[in-house]
């Protein structure tokens, strides 16, 4: 009767065991699951942030160019005349003198 009683635990508790074991899988499975997906999702945020980042850089160099590029343009205009001014006073000199 001990004998019995001893066999009918020992299945229920290796149906129990086996019963834990699987569902300890399954959440396993879904955990590692979760965790590829997230996995995933943040390497895509990662490029996503990456490209806007490039992006942004992009813009700011051009604009930075563009900036040089006009800086140049006004030296050039500046210089250019800096270059006529003393000819220019000196027409007025003559017109001055000639007009006495």
């Known amino acids: 009767m001990i004998l019995i009683i001893g066999l009918s635990l020992s299945f229920v508790a290796i149906g129990v065991l086996y019963y834990l074991n699987n ?3 399954k959440k396993l499975n879904n955990n590692n699951r979760a965790l590829l997906a997230l996995q995933q999702e943040f390497t895509q945020y990662q490029l996503t942030e990456s490209r806007a980042q490039e992006k942004i ?5 051009i604009r930075h160019d563009n900036i040089a590029k006009c800086i140049t343009k006004n030296e050039q205009l500046i210089n250019a005349v800096n270059k006529r001014i003393p000819d220019e006073i000196k027409k007025c000199i003559k017109h001055i003198e000639l007009g006495k």
């Open 23 to 25: 569902e300890l899988k």
């Open 57 to 61: 850089i992009a813009k700011e160099e």
